[in-house]
């Protein structure tokens, strides 16, 4: 029912009382008009509610929603209040090492000289000498003459004899040329210096015997 309409309608037609006291017909046009107000009257029975009150009755939805949210959000706040400032310590720690990996797993890869990359390919010289040279060596510790290990400790190891026994010791354990070769380029190169022009002919001759390792 819309009730505003009901209310108006029905004044409208108790104005009529007076003329329904009396014996005095009504006009043509009072009856017309009363007829309207009765129309109008069932009309607004069947109507629904107000605007206004559906409008209010949203005002209110709205209000109560956006309550519910704020009441949410500090809900939420309060929660992250209440979290011990060790745990954010150690998840910001946990995400700064993962930080650190994942840059540790993408150095960029080092570039050397082409010279220097070339001591590791194979010429396949068919001169006799250089055949000889290429004769297999089961152990390179038996490799070197005294001499010959005193000048590569110096001269390729920057005097370090424990460093060039070490590396004899875990090229003797590789299983083919391929992986002494990573190991060089990755693990020994850079830190001797031995991409340098004036170190790569005693290189390219360290770098043979080792090949002899795996023939």
């Known amino acids: 029912m819309n009730k505003t309409k009901f209310k108006k309608y029905l004044k409208k037609i108790k ?18 008009l009363l007829l309207d107000y009765v129309k109008k009257i069932y009309e607004a029975i069947l109507e629904k509610e107000d605007a206004p009150k559906i409008n209010k009755i949203k005002k209110k939805h709205k209000k109560e929603t956006a309550s519910i949210q704020q009441t949410e959000e500090e809900e939420i706040e309060g929660n992250l209040e209440n979290i011990p400032e060790d745990s954010v310590i150690a998840e910001n720690e946990k995400i700064a090492t993962e930080k650190v990996i994942t840059e540790e797993n993408n150095e960029p890869e080092i570039e050397y000289s082409d010279e220097f990359l070339s001591l590791f390919v194979d010429n396949h010289s068919n001169e006799l ?30 005097g370090d004899k424990n460093a060039f026994e070490e590396t004899i010791e875990k090229f003797n354990n590789f299983n083919n040329f391929e992986e002494a070769k990573n190991y060089i380029l990755k693990e020994l190169a850079q ?24 023939i």
């Open 129 to 158: 000498s250089e055949k000889l040279s290429k004769r297999p060596i089961k152990d390179l510790k038996k490799a070197f003459g005294i001499n010959e290990k005193i000048f590569t400790v110096k001269e390729i190891f920057n």
């Open 191 to 214: 830190v001797y210096n031995w991409d340098k022009p004036k170190n790569i002919k005693k290189i390219g001759q360290f770098i043979k015997i080792i090949q002899r390792r795996y």
């Open 15 to 32: 104005s009529f009382e007076d003329w329904i006291d009396t014996d005095e017909p009504l006009s043509a046009i009072e009856n017309d």
